[in-house]
């Protein structure tokens, strides 16, 4: 059955620290997408990164960065030199089908960044 | 970025009342979501649309309708509110074929007192 685990609920670190937020999916499919989305306080839902499974190359975007692991089904995402601004909770989510209906989430990392 | 609109943004009103929460896009994407979100938790698809005249039941059961008569509109309506529809709800469309990422709005938080 389709699963995302997000193991961290809570990380407090203070600003300029790196940190990596965990996913682990769970899927039969060999087809199947990767999603990184950021809630801020603010609560609009802003998307990061697609990956599908396809393609384990991993993606730097300025301080972020995502490792795709197959081997260990995760998708993890790090956060190179944090800003107060980066404080938000993060999703993980995982879509196996044609449509994002079937979009499956984590619960959420809360992540906050002390000046 | 988004062009994606939740009307209201708050709403606090009394059990049993009708209430309709707005959601309407610019960018002419066929499918259209609502999810439901306890604060800082996961989220729960609870409707959504492939296109006009399209609408399905999410994973998440709902006494909630909804309705899809025009590709930018797509609202949702409680009949009856209770307290447990206590939440936030959040209006989501995307384009393309699948697997496209999702436009969110700024969400309704609804509390029924």
């Known amino acids: 059955a389709q699963k995302v685990t997000q193991a961290q609920t809570e990380i407090s670190v203070v600003e300029k620290e790196d940190v990596t937020l965990d996913c682990v999916y769970e899927?039969?499919?060999?087809?199947?997408?990767l999603f990184w989305y950021k809630q801020p306080p603010s609560g609009e839902l802003v998307f990061l990164i697609r990956r599908n499974s396809f393609d384990e190359q991993n993606e730097i975007s300025g301080r972020y960065s995502w490792n795709f692991q197959k081997s260990t089904s995760s998708f993890n995402f790090t956060i190179t030199a944090s800003q107060v601004v980066d404080s938000a909770v993060y999703f993980c989510?995982?879509?196996?089908?044609?449509?994002?209906?079937?979009?499956?989430w984590g619960a959420g990392t809360k992540l906050i960044i002390k000046p | 970025e988004a062009d994606i609109y939740q009307t209201p943004r708050y709403l606090v009103i009394g059990t049993g009342k009708k209430i309709t929460l707005e959601c309407s896009q610019t960018m002419g994407h066929d499918k259209m979501y609502w999810y439901q979100q306890d604060p800082g938790m996961e989220l729960h698809l609870i409707h959504y649309s492939y296109g006009v005249n399209s609408t399905e039941k999410g994973d998440l059961s709902s006494e909630s309708t909804v309705s899809r008569i025009r590709t930018e509109h797509f609202p949702l309506t409680l009949e009856s509110a209770r307290p447990s529809h206590t939440s936030q709800y959040l209006c989501?469309?995307?384009?393309?074929?699948?697997?496209?990422?999702?436009?969110f709005g700024s969400g309704t938080q609804l509390s029924v007192l």
């Open positions: 899927t039969r499919d060999t087809t199947y997408y």
């Open positions: 989510a995982l879509s196996e089908g044609d449509s994002n209906y079937q979009l499956i």
């Open positions: 989501a469309s995307s384009a393309g074929a699948g697997n496209e990422k999702l436009f």
